[in-house]
């Protein structure tokens, strides 16, 4: 949107990006390493719920392989597939942004889920020309935008507004 923005001579004074990450082409971590991650995300958990979450798991794994075959293929998607969370996953998958020579700010949870990659930066590194700065809010991914945790959310853009006016 920055780099749109910039293309009509709009001035972009400020990026900020709540606890994104640009996501590898292919799944950093091996399939052993997976199943580790899910086996620790399971180990306390009963039987019945145990099986919840392996099915949850296999059947958003197969609608993401339908997803990207149908997609190959240029084919229409077919309706169980047609998940907003899927096709949001796989949109970032293979989203490869432009640099940005501004002023780019990523407010981070720093609860990292197992198996989360703990690169700092989320991968913005490279494609943040000018540099990348980051603030550290107290939460995790899907913290941050929930109550209480929100509230540190808008003091920091508080802030960062204040900034730049």
């Known amino acids: 949107m920055a780099r749109i923005l910039e293309t009509r001579s709009a001035p972009v004074p400020l990026v900020v990006m709540f606890d994104s990450r640009i996501l590898p082409l292919r799944n950093e971590n091996g399939l052993k390493s997976r199943i580790q991650i899910h086996k620790q995300k399971t180990e306390d958990l009963p039987f019945p719920k145990k099986l919840g979450y392996i099915i949850q798991k296999t059947g958003t794994r197969l609608r993401r392989w339908i997803y990207t075959f149908f997609i190959r293929r240029g084919r ?13 996953y796989l949109v970032s998958k293979l989203y490869r942004p432009k640099p940005f020579n501004g002023r780019v700010v990523l407010l981070r949870a720093d609860n990292l889920a197992p198996g989360t990659s703990s690169d700092p930066f989320n991968g913005w590194d490279k494609t943040c020309s000018a540099g990348l700065e980051i603030r550290s809010i107290s939460g995790s991914h899907t913290s941050i935008l929930k109550e209480p945790v929100v509230s540190l959310l808008a003091v920091e853009m508080r802030k960062l507004l204040k900034e730049i006016s």
């Open 76 to 88: 229409p998607l077919p309706p169980f597939v047609n998940r907003i969370g899927t096709i949001t």
